[in-house]
C-alpha cells in the first residue's frame, strides 16, 4: 500500500478534530471539496473508511479514532522536531492567526506588529477582530487575546501591555448641563449611553467600593456596539459612556472628556494572548509571544520608572 503523504494525514486529523470539512478547510487554508476529495483518496489508499459523512455532519469511524490517536502525538513530535532546528534558518515564515477584540487589536498594530515586522519581514499577521469569546482552537487561530480572567483554563496565557481598567466618562458640556452623578444609583435619572455585547445582549454597568458591588442598568438616548464610537458620542455631549481607559485615554489627555463616580470604579484588569498548551508553538507563534512579551517588559519599566510598583505576576 502506497504510504500516505503528511499532508493527506494532516488534513485527517484536521477534519477529524473539527469534525467540519467547512472549519478544517478553514485551518489548512484549502476548499471544503478540495478536502473532501483528498479525504476520499486517502480512504481509497488505505483500503478503509476513516470517516462516517452525513449532509450535516462528519465525524471518524472506529478506524478513523484508532488512527487519529496514533497520529496526533506523532505529527506533535514532527512539529517539535522542525521547531527545534528553526533558529537555523536564521528567519522566521508563515502565518499567525490571532483573535482580538478592537482596543487591543489596535495596541498590536500600534506597538507589537511594527518591531515583529522589522524582525521577521517574512511573517504574515493574520487579525480577526471580534468581541465575542470564541474556541480559538476550533476558528483555526493561533491565538486569542483576551482579559486574563476569561482565558479558559486549558490554555496559556501571556500578559501583555498595561492593565485595562474600565471608566465613566463624560464631557464638560454634559457636566454643565446636567450635572455630575455622585453615586452609581444616580445614573438612573441621567442620560448614558447604552453598550451592547456581540452576544446581542445590554451591558449592565459594573461598579464596586470598599466591597459592594452594583450592577446598573443603564438608560439613554443611544446604544452602541463599539467603544470608540461611545467615547465620541460622550465628547458630543450625548451622555456618560462607560468603556475602557485605553478607548478614552486622548479624550482625557486634551479635556475633551472627564471621568466620573471614580472611586466606584472596578480593579484594573490584565490583558493576555492565550494559545493551546497542548501543542508545540510554531516559530511564527513564537516570534509574535515573544513580541507581546517585549510590550510587557517596556510597560512594566515604564511603571518603575513613574514610581509605580510594577504588577506581580
Known sequence: MPRPSLNDLAAFIAVA?????RRAAD??????????????ALEERMGMRLLNRTTRSVSPTE??????????PALTSLDEALESVAAFRGSVAGTVRINAPRLPAALLVRDVLPQLAERHPDLTVDIVVEGRLIDIVSGGFDAGVRLLASVPKDMIAVPFARTLAFICV?????????GEPAMPEELQRHRCIGHRRPSGKLY?????????ELTIDANGPLVLDDEELMVEAAIKGLGIAYVADWAA?????????????????????????YYPGHRAVPPALRAFLDAAKD????????????????IDR
Open 17 to 21: 478534530t473539527h469534525r467540519s470539512f
Open 170 to 178: 463624560v464631557s464638560p458640556a454634559y457636566l454643565d448641563r446636567f
Open 63 to 72: 478506524a478513523g479514532f484508532q488512527l487519529l490517536a496514533r497520529l496526533q
Open 27 to 40: 485551518e489548512i487554508g484549502t476548499a471544503p471539496s478540495t478536502l473532501s476529495h483528498t479525504m476520499r
Open 249 to 273: 485615554e486622548t479624550a482625557l489627555s486634551d479635556g475633551r472628556l472627564l471621568k466620573v463616580l471614580t472611586a466606584w470604579m472596578p480593579a484594573p484588569e490584565r490583558v493576555a494572548v
Open 295 to 310: 510590550l510587557e517588559k517596556k510597560g512594566l519599566n515604564e511603571m518603575d520608572q513613574s514610581g509605580s510598583a510594577a
Open 204 to 212: 449592565r454597568w459594573e461598579f464596586e467600593r470598599a466591597g459592594q
